[in-house]
């Protein structure tokens, strides 16, 4: 079963949080963030994923530390999740329309972390979420499910679009990515012979 189980205990947050790759996109998110919970339950979703997470952070400071450590323990889950990452397809992309919105998501799950994250977020908050927070949880993500990720709004001037449109797009490639393929279901997909 590619499933994980994270807990990340530092002096910031503390979270627990359970994935399931090859679930039915059931979720139970409480983060203390709202905004946060309404996308990682869209993320689920989208993706199909089997998503726990609590988060008991310092958000009376500001939402940053759990919303990055949140994206951190995420990626965690990913590379304990894949293991070996043998018979994965590794490669996924996605253009998701959302009303005036366009975002495009392509993603290599490669060992090598990268974002390139190149959205233009008109406003500085969507409700109390700052909306800068949201390439903060791409980062911590990449970092630690060690892929590269690109995330591209071509189109949209919604700043909640633009995010839930990176989210339900990032899901949605990463879903085909990691999907198994029947016909190299015992190879790793590299000359290298390791991801």
């Known amino acids: 079963m590619r499933t994980s189980e994270i807990v990340r205990d ?6 627990r949080l359970k994935l399931d790759l090859d679930g039915t996109g059931k979720s139970n998110i409480a983060t203390g963030v709202g905004f946060l919970d309404h996308m990682l339950t869209l993320f689920a979703r989208h993706g199909r994923f089997d998503l ?21 323990a995420l990626g965690m889950a990913f590379t304990e999740a894949l293991g070996e990452k043998r018979g994965i397809v590794r490669y996924g992309s996605t253009i998701l329309p959302m009303d005036e919105t366009l975002i495009l998501s392509a993603v290599d799950i490669s060992g090598r972390s990268f974002l390139a994250y190149d959205c233009d977020i008109p406003t ?7 909306t800068e927070l949201a390439e903060e949880f791409w980062y911590g993500f990449t970092r630690k499910a060690e892929l590269t990720l690109h995330i591209k709004q071509l189109a949209g001037t919604n700043s909640h679009h633009i995010i839930e449109g990176t989210f339900k797009s990032v899901a949605r490639t990463l879903k085909d990515a990691v999907a198994i393929d029947p016909a190299f279901a015992d190879e790793i997909p590299s000359t290298k012979g390791v991801l």
């Open 10 to 15: 530092t002096a910031e947050t503390k979270i």
């Open 124 to 130: 500085q908050k969507v409700g109390d979420f700052d």
């Open 52 to 72: 726990d997470v609590t988060c008991d952070g310092d958000t009376y400071v500001d939402f940053h530390h759990t919303t990055e450590d949140i994206g951190i």
